[in-house]
């Protein structure tokens, strides 16, 4: 097998539900550069959360490289994954208080995706810390899912991205136990990379895990493909099961043999 995206996706998000009857997401990471192959998955906010941190921590922060991944409501078990800083807090914050309807909607989502943009990432920095940016070349979608309880307890889905400034999936679907998860990703899955061009079509991984270390296990092992440039792409795996253990009820499970002793959740 391989992964589902190619060779190189860049990064991925998983979002739908297990045969087993539970709502799942993977989030997986793949890397060319030795620093985007140097991060790794850290906890933070009691399991709340978890952060793309650097693996040496006297390296500067980068914000297109570190960031806040997941976030849980561990009241209602709302979850927003993001390959993005910019848009997880504030569609986490909007989803925790906006009505029902609006989250079915996926509208909220739509707008400020649209407003946020792409990641601009083709950058170079100067001896002295000066930033430049090469808005010619070709962005970098961001993005992002979020799935969340209706007021009956049953858990929706709602993936987007911004592949330039245009959007399309964006409308929110009903969790199906079947083992088949949607996905997006931010690459076209060749080596030498582009943009995904999504079109206006779902597509779907099928497995048959039952918990999240067999999700998380799952994909890692698939994406195995070694370049003769680059080396092993993936980065980590990082998948969630909501079982009732966790936050949220979300049980969360990390691949990745790289990670310092205290970031280990398996």
């Known amino acids: 097998m391989a992964n589902p995206s190619g060779n190189y996706p860049g990064r991925q998000i998983f979002l739908g539900g297990l045969k087993s009857g539970c709502p799942a997401f993977v989030y997986f990471g793949s890397g060319r550069s030795d620093l985007s192959k140097k991060r790794y998955v850290q906890d933070i906010e009691d399991g709340q959360a978890m952060r793309i941190n650097p693996l040496n921590p006297n390296e500067k922060v980068d914000i297109f490289r570190h960031y806040q991944a997941v976030r849980i409501?561990?009241?209602?078990?709302?979850i927003v994954v993001s390959n993005s800083q910019?848009?997880?807090?504030?569609?986490f914050e909007a989803y925790m208080y906006?009505?029902?309807?609006?989250?079915?909607?996926g509208g909220?989502?739509?707008?400020?995706?649209?407003?946020?943009g792409p990641e601009y990432d083709d950058r170079k920095i100067s001896a002295d810390g000066v930033v430049t940016i090469d808005k010619t070349k070709i962005p970098t979608p961001r993005v992002i899912g979020v799935m969340f309880p209706d007021n009956s307890g049953a858990?929706?889905?709602?993936?987007?991205?911004?592949?330039?400034?245009?959007?399309?999936?964006g409308l929110t679907h009903a969790v199906q136990f079947n083992g088949m998860l949607e996905f997006i990703q931010t690459y076209n899955g060749d080596v030498d990379y582009k943009p995904?061009?999504?079109?206006?079509?779902a597509r779907v991984f099928e497995t048959e895990a039952s918990t999240a270390e067999q999700l998380a296990n799952e994909l890692y092992e698939i994406s195995d493909y070694e370049d003769s440039e680059y080396g092993i792409l993936r980065v980590w795996s990082l998948a969630g099961v909501r079982n009732g253990d966790g936050p949220g009820g979300w049980d969360i499970t990390v691949r990745d043999p790289k990670r310092p002793d205290h970031a280990i959740r398996i």
């Open 73 to 78: 409501d561990p009241r209602t078990g709302l």
């Open 196 to 201: 995904f061009d999504y079109a206006h079509t």
């Open 108 to 116: 909220f989502l739509r707008n400020i995706m649209e407003l946020i």
């Open 155 to 169: 858990f929706h889905y709602t993936p987007m991205f911004t592949p330039k400034m245009d959007l399309s999936l």
């Open 86 to 91: 910019a848009p997880n807090d504030a569609v």
């Open 98 to 105: 906006m009505d029902e309807g609006e989250k079915l909607s």
